[in-house]
């Protein structure tokens, strides 16, 4: 009876194909409980190894095909090294050149924000010297004008102290003929005195009289010396007021420090730009690391295929099975050129895209250069067109506000002179009114005193004509001395404001030529300034102490008349 091979019909289930060996094998025998299962595997294996015996038969035509298609295939390669190492000689050529760019870039960057430090450097040196000079006009413009008011007040005060002084001359004419025709009648007609007596008080009411217009007058002066404080202190207002005109200058200022803002606004956007470029530039070196790798792993590749071929020499069975290794490899060798083929076109093509992007942002930069250079131009001019508008509208409106200012100041003092001087008269109506009632008791005491008077007539005119004598003299002296002092004075101002407008003059030719020498003008300017105020506050004292001494001649003039 013969053992017929049974054949499985039915594949078994994948669960049983996939059990380890050891739980299929029987451990006393060592015979697979599957050995039909594995006798078709074996069977199937060995049609595949006849199929790979007919396979290599011709294995050694097909190796000299391999062994040509390598060599063409590292031919390939050298070429491709070849290609990529010039290549990469191109890419460090165009890295350096972007990198010289990106330093000429930096450089003009940096000489961009020197010229822009030194530009508002420039601008608020320009700005502050602006300042000085408008402060400088205004101080000037508003001397000009207190000047003449001051000339003006002087020259009434010199026409009513000469005035005065005339008055003064003709009632000593008067008084002198007075005493003398009172002397005659006196040692004539003695019973006449009271008729005569009567008439030298009235006499003396009449002088009394034009002492108090006097006076007046030196009130009236007095009046004027505070008009002028009024008007130092109107001088305060206006300083204000030109502070307040800063403050808008400055409100114009940071308006101009917000478009310096949106320059550099612009400035950061060149930034962005550059970091652009720098990122660009670290994956262009990422390309060169990947390039290196790749040729790394040829490397090895080719040293692996030099020890495979050794081994085909040496045993066949081997080379059999390293065929297949190396048709693999091939496989893979062809899909990694395939791809080193696509990664260098991409990097060509990157390469391409990175010099366009480069001559774009080279244009860019132009233009920007363009723009910088016409916003910087633009807004110079404009800085111009404002201060030129700003300096216009100073002085209309300050000619306005002074012109405006002093014509309230005028109708003002015009009513309270005319209040005061009503005032005044209803005080000496008053005074004369109680100097009579005093009068009469001392006609009264004159009455009683008639003997004694006889007796000390003659040594009173004496006295009184010396003691009027000496005090005119000392008055013209001083007249004289208060003249040319006043004389003197003006001059000096005209002088002295002949010489700030020169230096106003040399100062506005020398701000463009020697900006460093402006800080040492500010401060002589301030200095002459300063000696000017001085000196007008010198003025105003003497003033006052020319009034105390008109007030003093006054009393002394009149002291001598009640005895």
């Known amino acids: 009876m013969t053992m017929d091979r049974h ?149 009434r005060i010199k026409k009513e102290v000469s005035n005065a002084f005339q008055h003064w001359t003709s009632l000593k004419g008067d008084i002198f003929l007075q005493l003398k025709t009172i002397s005659e009648v006196a040692l004539t007609e003695i019973s006449k005195l009271k008729k005569y007596l009567a008439e030298s008080q009235c006499d003396k009411v009449c002088l009394e009289n034009e002492v108090k217009d006097l006076k007046l007058s030196s009130d009236a002066a007095l009046m004027k010396t505070q008009q002028i404080q009024t008007l130092l202190q109107k001088e305060n207002e206006l300083q204000s007021k030109c502070l307040e005109l800063q403050k808008e200058t400055l409100g114009l200022h940071s308006q101009v420090e917000a478009i310096g803002l949106k320059f550099h606004e612009a400035t950061a956007e060149m930034d962005n730009y550059k970091k652009l470029l720098l990122v660009k530039s670290k994956e262009i070196d990422e390309c060169q690391r990947e390039l290196k790798k790749l040729e790394f792993e040829t490397r090895i590749s080719e040293s692996r295929h030099t020890r495979e071929l050794k081994e085909k020499e040496g045993i066949l069975l081997v080379c059999q099975q390293m065929c297949k290794q190396l048709q693999e490899e091939v496989a893979e060798k062809e899909r990694q050129q395939e791809n080193l083929k696509r990664r260098t076109s991409c990097s060509e093509n990157e390469l391409e895209m990175m010099k366009a992007l480069l001559s774009q942002t080279e ?178 004292q003497e003033q006052m102490q020319l009034k105390k001494k008109i007030n003093q001649a006054e009393e002394e003039f009149t002291g001598p008349s009640w005895h």
Do not use: W
Request: charged letters at 40%.
């Open 7 to 155: 054949i499985p019909v039915h594949a078994l289930p994948e669960e049983i194909q996939k059990m380890p060996r050891d739980e299929t094998v029987c451990k006393y025998c060592g015979i697979s409980y599957l050995i039909l299962h594995e006798f078709k595997d074996m069977e199937e294996k060995m049609k595949a190894m006849e199929k790979e015996m007919k396979f290599y038969q011709g294995s050694v035509e097909r190796e000299k095909t391999l062994q040509e298609k390598l060599q063409s295939l590292s031919q390939d390669f050298q070429e491709y090294k070849s290609d990529c190492e010039s290549k990469t000689e191109r890419i460090k050529i165009l890295s350096k050149d972007l990198k010289n760019q990106q330093e000429e870039l930096q450089s003009a960057n940096e000489k961009l924000k020197r010229f822009e430090e030194k530009l508002e450097v420039a601008h608020k040196q320009a700005q502050h010297f602006s300042k000085t000079l408008d402060q400088h006009q205004l101080i000037m413009k508003e001397t000009l004008l207190l000047l003449p008011s001051t000339k003006s007040d002087l020259a």
């Open 363 to 540: 244009e860019e930069v132009v233009t920007l250069k363009k723009e910088r250079e016409m916003l910087l131009v633009f807004h110079q001019n404009r800085i111009e067109e404002l201060r030129d508008k700003f300096s216009q509208k100073m002085i209309y409106d300050c000619r306005e506000k002074i012109e405006f200012e002093l014509i309230k100041d005028r109708a003002q003092h015009s009513a309270e002179f005319e209040e005061k001087i009503l005032q005044l008269k209803e005080e000496a109506e008053l005074e004369l009114n109680i100097e009579k009632q005093k009068h009469q008791e001392l006609i009264m005491k004159y009455q009683r005193e008639q003997e004694e008077l006889q007796k000390k007539i003659s040594s009173l005119i004496s006295n009184a004509t010396n003691d009027l004598k000496r005090e005119v003299t000392i008055l013209e002296k001083k007249l004289q001395d208060s003249q040319v002092k006043l004389v003197e004075k003006g001059e000096a101002k005209e002088k002295e404001i002949q010489s700030l407008k020169r230096v106003i003059t040399e100062f506005e030719s020398r701000l463009k030529k020697e900006i460093d020498s402006s800080e040492s003008l500010r401060q002589d300017l301030k200095r002459e300034i300063k000696q000017k105020t001085d000196e007008l506050e010198r003025v105003a």
